[in-house]
C-alpha cells in the first residue's frame, strides 16, 4: 500500500502561482502513476494530469493546459503540481492519488490527505 | 469531451439496498468507484466494474452492462451516508473521467 503525504494549505494572490508537493512511500515510486485531482467547494471530482516518473512526460486535461505543470524528483519519491495564472474559481482542495491498473484502465487506489489551496485577493 | 452520467441523489433506508448508477458511453471501458464522505479524501470501494479493495466490505458490488455500470449497496448502514463517484480512463487521450458525484442519503 502506497502512503502520499501532502504539503500544507496555501494562500494566494490572484495571477499568482502555487506549488503542492505529494510524497510517497510504501512501494517503488516512478513505477506506478501519480494523477493529480482537484474539487472545488461543494462541487464533484476534477481530474487535472498525471505522470508516471520513471516514463514522464506528464498527460493533461484540455482544461489545465498551458496552466498546469506535473513533475516529480525520484530521488525523493515526490511529485509535484505547478498551476499558475491563479483565478478565484482555482480555489480548491488538491489531492494526489496513485495510478494504478492492471487492465490499461486507471483507478485511484491511494489518495494524499489534500491540499487547499485559497486565491483571494 | 467525455462525459459520465450519475443521479445527484439517492435515498435509502437503513438495511435495504442502494443502487447507484454511471451511464453513458460506458461501453468497453472499466468503471471503479469511489466513497467520500465529508473532509475526507476520496476512498476506492469498486475496481474495475466489479472487484473490491482489501477492506471494503462484500456490502458493496458493482457491475457493467451496455451503457450503465451499477454501485450496489446492501443492507445499508448509516455509516455509508456519502458522495459516491464513478471514473473511467479514456485511453484514447490517456486522461481520468469522473461523473459528477451522487449523494447518498440513509433515511
Known amino acids: 500500500q502506497v502512503q502520499l503525504v501532502q504539503s500544507g494549505a496555501e494562500v494566494k494572490k490572484p495571477g499568482s502561482s502555487v506549488k503542492v508537493s505529494c510524497k510517497a512511500s510504501g512501494d517503488t515510486f516512478g513505477s506506478y502513476g501519480i494523477s493529480w485531482v482537484r474539487q472545488a467547494p461543494g462541487r464533484g471530482l476534477e481530474w487535472m494530469g498525471g505522470?508516471?516518473?520513471?516514463?514522464?512526460?506528464?498527460n493533461y486535461a484540455q482544461k489545465f493546459q498551458g496552466r498546469v505543470r506535473i513533475t516529480a524528483d525520484i530521488s525523493t519519491s515526490t511529485a509535484y503540481m505547478d498551476l499558475n495564472s491563479l483565478r478565484s474559481e482555482d480555489t480548491a482542495m488538491y489531492y494526489c492519488a496513485r495510478a494504478y491498473s492492471t487492465t490499461g484502465d486507471e483507478y485511484f487506489d491511494s489518495w494524499g490527505q489534500g491540499t487547499l489551496v485559497t486565491v483571494s485577493s | 469531451s467525455y462525459v459520465l452520467t450519475q443521479p445527484p441523489s439517492v435515498s435509502v433506508a437503513p438495511g435495504q439496498t442502494a443502487r447507484i448508477t454511471c451511464g453513458e458511453n460506458?461501453?468497453?471501458?472499466?468503471v471503479h468507484w469511489y466513497q467520500q464522505k465529508p473532509g475526507q479524501a476520496p476512498v476506492l470501494v469498486v475496481y474495475d466494474d466489479s472487484d473490491r479493495p482489501s477492506g471494503i466490505p462484500e456490502r458493496f458490488s458493482g457491475s457493467n452492462s451496455g451503457n450503465t455500470a451499477t454501485l450496489t449497496i446492501s443492507r445499508v448502514e448509516a455509516g455509508d451516508e456519502a458522495d459516491y463517484y464513478c471514473q473511467v480512463w479514456d485511453m484514447t487521450s490517456d486522461q481520468g473521467v469522473f461523473g459528477g458525484g451522487t449523494k447518498l442519503t440513509v433515511l
Open positions: 460506458n461501453v468497453g471501458k472499466s
Open positions: 505522470i508516471i516518473p520513471l516514463f514522464g512526460p506528464a
